[in-house]
């Protein structure tokens, strides 16, 4: 492969999982303009129907829809384990307003510090386990069949492995692609997070699908992307 087209792959690369990463909401670290909120709306959309990649409901909240602990009249964590969400991959009232709909917990709700706090039993935490493999499972099956990206995860769902191909930069392969890697984060996230693991972390590798050659490797949600003027003028 020439030279040129190596370097092409590369800010392909980075182009197509930035997009992904900026879509995600970093609690206390980002605000969104209205702009990069109708983003993530719309995303919403795509992922959408009942039942989406993130095997929850993805209906907005009802209008003025209590987020926080005061939503349930009987509040009582005894015997229940806690958990703190750190990101959000959607606005966190339809995130909370959905795991509420899955009843995958006890009680979900915003704290005083602004965390996403869920608390539950110890079945409860071993069923959404086992719901997140099975989710994950399911992702990675789907897109098996694309000649144009191919994700793989390995370590207990900690390194993600992903094949890429310039044609990835079809919208609607760009849009597949990105509602696949949004996904798989999310219950990464999770499994790690019910697992344990406060500080949960990806590590990201994309190769050149046609070559082998290592395009990226972060491990996010430490590390991220930003692409100079020139890049995007090469896009």
Not at 46 to 74: H, Q, R
Request: net charge negative; proline share 1%.
């Amino acid at each position: 492969m020439k030279k040129s087209n190596v370097a092409g792959l590369i800010v392909i690369a980075l182009f197509v999982i930035g997009i992904a990463v900026a879509l995600m909401q970093y609690k206390r670290e980002q605000t969104y303009s209205d702009e990069q909120k109708n983003v993530l709306a719309s995303e919403k959309v795509v992922l959408s129907a009942d039942e989406n990649l993130f095997g929850m409901t993805t209906t907005d909240a009802p209008e003025n829809y209590d987020i926080t602990k005061d939503y349930y009249e009987n509040y009582d964590n005894a015997g229940l384990e806690k958990y703190v969400i750190p990101i959000a991959f959607m606005d966190e009232e339809s995130y909370i307003f959905g795991i509420r709909e899955t009843k995958y917990c006890q009680y979900v709700y915003i704290d005083d510090s602004q965390d996403i706090v869920v608390e539950m039993t110890k079945e409860q935490r071993e069923k959404w386990i086992s719901k997140l493999k099975e989710k994950i499972d399911d992702i990675l099956q789907q897109q098996k069949e694309s000649k144009v990206y191919n994700f793989n995860f390995e370590k207990d769902y900690k390194t993600l492995q992903i094949d890429v191909t310039k044609e990835v930069l079809d919208q609607e392969k760009m849009t597949s692609f990105m509602s696949y890697l949004t996904a798989l984060l999310y219950h990464s996230e999770i499994y790690q997070v019910l697992n344990g693991n406060t500080d949960w972390a990806v590590q990201i590798i994309t190769e050149d699908w046609d070559t082998g050659k290592e395009l990226i490797n972060i491990e996010y949600p430490d590390e991220g992307f930003r692409l100079s003027d020139e890049n995007w003028e090469n896009i």
